[in-house]
Nanobody, 127 residues
């Protein structure tokens, strides 16, 4: 089992920045990739960014490319999502997720690719 706990959400004005954290614990050797997803009211959960657990390839959705950065602190077993130039349309609950799939070379882009999920953290961007 893997446990994931997100933190760092909050209310920010448009153009501002936030850094989300996802602390991972448990059977970490089973993780192959990590992802950040978000879900706005009335919308489906969507991938925001992903990275291989070993620090390899990353993925960003077109809507956040060049504004968000995913990274990992090996010593803390924590994955971060640095968000800048935030827009009101970034408002959502943000979730981190862990993927156990083996033999994949890039992070999955579908929620179904991920086996473990945190409870989410709310990000609200005011205009």
């Amino acid at each position: 089992q893997v446990q994931l706990v997100e933190s760092g959400g909050g209310l920010v004005q448009a153009g501002g920045s936030l850094r989300l954290s996802c602390a991972a614990s448990g059977f970490l050797s089973s993780i192959n990739a990590m992802g950040w997803f978000r879900q706005a009211p009335g919308k489906e959960r969507e991938i925001v960014a992903g990275m291989m657990w070993n620090g390899g390839s990353t993925y960003y959705s077109d809507s956040v490319k060049d504004r968000f950065t995913i990274s990992r602190d090996n010593a803390r077993n924590t994955v971060y999502l640095q968000m800048s130039s935030l827009k009101p349309e970034d408002t959502a609950v943000y979730y981190c997720a862990a993927d156990r799939r083996r033999y994949v070379l890039s992070p999955g882009r579908l929620a179904g690719n991920y086996d473990y999920w945190g409870r989410g953290t709310q990000v609200t961007v005011s205009s």
